[in-house]
């Protein structure tokens, strides 16, 4: 996701030539043998990067200046003589891994992390990358000469490992990662592709847009609102899965293992049950959240071509323990992310307001500003007026009303005045049909969709 500053800012698409950048996960099916290779090849991945943060804290402390590549060097030199198992697998696992030691290490001075750290050995996590110059597919029955209903991937220095499915995309394949989550395996295909392709493979892509806009809002009582009232839930996965959650944290915490870091305590194999149910969970909290956010963000992109959101600061909200839990739980950053990448891929338009734009505050009617609005109250009483209206409903709308004050101001060649003038008309008789008679009376329409 871009990186988007405070001020109001609008997102465009990308040009009708340029190459796409996409990603296929796909789980594998490996016999216990390949298991084990894979395994055995997350831990050599994460040796190489704690060596290689340790060479790179001793290189620094002696005054030299370390970088990848003279760490990579330093460790293939010792290689063959300390670590002979890294022969094992394929080389660009422990060399990837001290390049990501490298970019973090990058991402450090920029600011835009903290210290790297040790990676923990993990029963149900881990990763290491491949080349994808050396990665094959098999498709078709060398001896029968038929297509294969699941196709193989092979993998340096183990074989064909049979995938769940098959790769959707037809382009080039730039590099592999190989992850586990809760005792399952996957393997990620970063690929380029053309437009026709991603438009062939994304039906959101193509369908038929039905609104020229619209504003979003994202909450935790509600996780999408649209100008026009549509309402969506959140799934809330994680508060759904509480109780289980802590059950099975406790009794993890009372099995066998090492409670500090000089601990010698050896793990038993309770607790590597448990650990591996707890990852379970996790990860299926994981799913259920991000397969709703899918469904929905695709939803958004295929039926307007401009969507206005608000600029949210996360980061300081979770910094509140009481909305913390639903923040994260929602996964407001989450939707953001899918709503503009989708977006910017199938020729849309995503606008982000201000930061400090008073979106749920601001009346529609006399445009004032209620200072005093709490978060607990979800309707909006104008203190001016006496406007009354849905907080969420409020706040989408406002921020729809701001694109388009953005648009016009900069003369945007997709949003013309003619095309401003016909949603005025669907504006109007929305507002009509929402709105009581009583307030049609006390309430001048042409005052809250007027620019």
């Known amino acids: 996701m871009a990186k988007r500053k405070r001020k109001a800012v609008l997102v465009e698409p990308i040009g009708s030539n340029d190459t796409i950048h996409i990603s296929h996960k796909i789980r594998l099916e490996p016999n216990n043998v390949q298991r084990t290779y894979l395994s ?16 790179w804290k001793r290189a620094y402390e002696a005054g030299e200046k370390p970088n990848a590549s003279s760490v990579r060097k330093s460790f293939n030199s010792i290689r063959r003589k300390d670590f002979p198992f890294t022969y094992e697998v394929a080389k660009s696992v422990t060399n990837q891994a001290i390049l990501d030691l490298g970019r973090a290490f990058t991402n450090f001075f920029k600011g835009l992390s903290d210290y790297p750290v040790y990676k923990k050995k993990s029963y149900t996590q881990g990763s290491f990358y491949l080349d994808g110059e050396k990665i094959k597919l098999k498709t078709l029955n060398h001896v ?29 394949i730039n590099s592999c990662s190989v992850s586990r989550r809760a005792g399952e395996y996957y393997i990620s295909f970063s690929m380029e592709i053309s437009r026709a392709e991603f438009n062939r493979t994304h039906k959101y892509s193509d369908a038929k847009t039905v609104n020229l806009s619209c504003g979003i809002d994202v909450g935790s009582i509600s996780a999408i609102t649209l100008d026009n009232g549509y309402k969506v839930k959140p799934p809330k996965p994680l508060s759904k899965a509480n109780k289980k959650y802590a059950t099975l944290y406790r009794k993890l915490s009372h099995k066998q293992h090492r409670r500090s870091k000089g601990d ?39 039926e307007n071509r401009f969507i206005a959101m608000e600029t949210l600061n996360v980061t300081g909200m979770t910094k509140n323990r009481r909305i913390a839990k639903s923040v994260l739980d929602v996964s407001y950053a989450d939707i953001s992310a899918k709503i503009e990448y989708k977006a910017r ?31 607990s109250d979800r309707t909006f009483i104008c203190p001016s007026c006496g406007f009354t209206i849905d907080r969420d409903v ?23 005045l003619a095309e401003r003038s016909s949603m005025d008309d669907r504006s109007t008789s929305y507002l009509r049909s ?18």
């Open 264 to 302: 010698k305590t050896k793990a038993s194999n309770n607790y590597i049950k448990f650990s591996r149910l707890l990852g379970k969970l996790a990860y299926h909290i994981s799913n259920v959240r991000d397969d709703f956010n899918h469904k929905q963000t695709s939803k958004v992109v295929a």
């Open 345 to 375: 891929y199938s020729d849309k338009y995503v606008y982000y307001a201000d930061m400090f734009f008073p979106s749920s505050k601001t009346c529609l009617c006399c445009n004032k500003k209620h200072s005093s609005l709490k978060l």
């Open 40 to 55: 055995k090849a997350i831990g050599c991945a994460r040796l190489a990067y704690n060596w290689g943060l340790s060479e």
């Open 394 to 416: 409020l706040a989408a709308t406002n921020l729809k009303l701001d694109m388009e004050k953005y648009l016009v101001g900069v003369a945007h060649p997709e949003f013309t």
């Open 434 to 451: 929402t709105f009581s008679s009583k307030q049609e009376d006390s309430i001048n329409l042409s005052s809250i969709i007027s620019l």
């Open 144 to 172: 029968t000469k038929k297509e294969i209903r699941n196709a193989y991937v092979l993998i340096p220095k183990l074989g064909y490992v049979k995938m769940n499915e098959r790769l959707r995309f037809n382009g080039k």
